[in-house]
């Protein structure tokens, strides 16, 4: 069965450009997280889905990181006018419901900003 | 909030030998989740193994299996008999009861030796 996918496996972006990468979870799952990886480090929480609501997004870093999911499945998280310190691995999860649920990976999009 | 403690930044292991990764956690929830996932460097994240906090036996699959001490807010990660292929990062991760506040800690690099 397919797992979850993710798109750009690579990005490299001039600062100042706006990216948006994609995440299409596992047909079923309700519940899709996205994650910000620094080299080195553990994955950090950005935002968190139910369906289409956006539950959390405590940890989107400032007001340029924009997540949506319009239809419940297919998740785009959105960086304008990126920085250098936006270079990270963004990894997408999903997991079939809320409350103590395996979390899936995505492959992760490597982002390099210049 | 919760949070992860790996204290081992990097174990090496002798190949068909076992080795525990170590794991703390802190939590004022009753009820939580404690996952272990594999990162190698392809950058994917395997998951590997969960252990709920209400559950009276440790989570055994295959050759990893979950040391929980609940008292010690313990949750040690035990793989047997180590092959090659093991070697990677591994995460130590906890959700809360809603499955939200998924949080990672720093990771143990794990090399096993021919």
């Known amino acids: 069965g397919a797992g979850v996918s993710q798109s750009p496996r690579y990005k490299v972006a001039k600062r100042g450009q706006d990216v948006a990468l994609r995440c299409d979870p596992i047909?079923?799952?309700?519940?899709l997280f996205w994650y910000q990886q620094a080299l080195g480090q553990g994955p950090e929480f950005l935002t968190y889905?139910?369906?289409?609501?956006?539950?959390?997004k405590s940890g989107l870093p400032s007001d340029r990181f924009f997540a949506e999911r319009p239809e419940g499945s297919v998740s785009t998280l959105k960086i304008q006018r990126t920085q250098q310190e936006d270079s990270a691995v963004y990894l997408c999860?999903?997991?079939?419901?809320?409350?103590?649920?395996?979390?899936?990976f995505g492959p992760g999009t490597r982002l390099t900003v210049l | 909030a919760q949070k992860i403690t790996q204290t081992q930044p990097g174990m090496f292991v002798q190949e068909k030998e076992a080795v525990t990764l170590d794991c703390t956690y802190d939590?004022?929830?009753?009820?939580?989740?404690l996952f272990w996932y594999k990162q190698p460097s392809s950058g994917e994240m395997i998951f590997l193994i969960y252990?709920?906090?209400?559950?009276?036996q440790n989570a055994t699959e295959g050759r990893y299996s979950l040391n929980f001490q609940k008292a010690r807010k313990s949750a040690n990660l035990v793989i047997s008999a180590s092959q090659l292929g093991d070697s990677a990062m591994y995460f130590c991760?906890?959700?809360?009861?809603?499955?939200?506040?998924?949080?990672f800690g720093p990771g143990t690099r794990l090399s096993v030796l021919p």
């Open positions: 889905f139910q369906n289409e609501a956006q539950l959390d």
């Open positions: 999860a999903s997991s079939l419901a809320r409350g103590q649920d395996t979390q899936y």
């Open positions: 252990q709920g906090s209400y559950d009276e």
């Open positions: 939590t004022s929830d009753q009820s939580y989740g």
């Open positions: 991760a906890s959700d809360d009861s809603y499955g939200q506040n998924f949080v």
């Open positions: 047909s079923g799952h309700v519940s």
